[in-house]
């Protein structure tokens, strides 16, 4: 089972930037998959975008334009940068592993421990 560990959050103002960093235990392609998720205080957790078996982005409606999702290239480490931070971006974010299959990110078995982004007005 892989591994996940992420880090990069912190606390910046609307209109900021910050890189999260997803940490793999092991070499993710081929049927792997990542996604990004995050969770506010009192809501439930959203996706905001995934990484498919192919290394292709995908974005939520929510983020598009402003959030990227990239990989260097021993695909062990995944980023998430993130751009014209608002107030509603707060919240802890978590990647998480699944498997590629007919063209859908599943069975995420394995999560980071978290990072907490707030962004303030």
């Known amino acids: 089972q892989v591994q996940l560990t992420e880090s990069g959050g912190g606390s910046v103002q609307a209109g900021g930037s910050l890189i999260l960093s997803c940490v793999a235990s092991?070499?993710?392609?081929?049927?792997?998959?990542v996604g990004w998720f995050r969770q506010a205080p009192g809501k439930e957790r959203e996706a905001i975008g995934l990484?498919?078996?192919?290394?292709?982005?995908h974005y939520a409606n929510s983020v598009k334009g402003r959030f990227t999702f990239s990989q260097d290239k021993n695909k062990r480490t995944l980023f998430l940068q993130m751009n014209s931070l608002n107030p509603e971006d707060t919240g802890m974010y978590y990647c998480?592993?699944?498997?590629?299959?007919?063209?859908?990110?599943?069975?995420?078995?394995?999560w980071g421990q978290g990072t907490q982004v707030t962004v303030s007005s």
């Open positions: 998480a592993a699944g498997l590629w299959s007919s063209g859908l990110c599943q069975h995420y078995d394995s």
């Open positions: 092991i070499y993710t392609a081929n049927r792997l998959c």
């Open positions: 990484i498919d078996g192919y290394g292709r982005p």
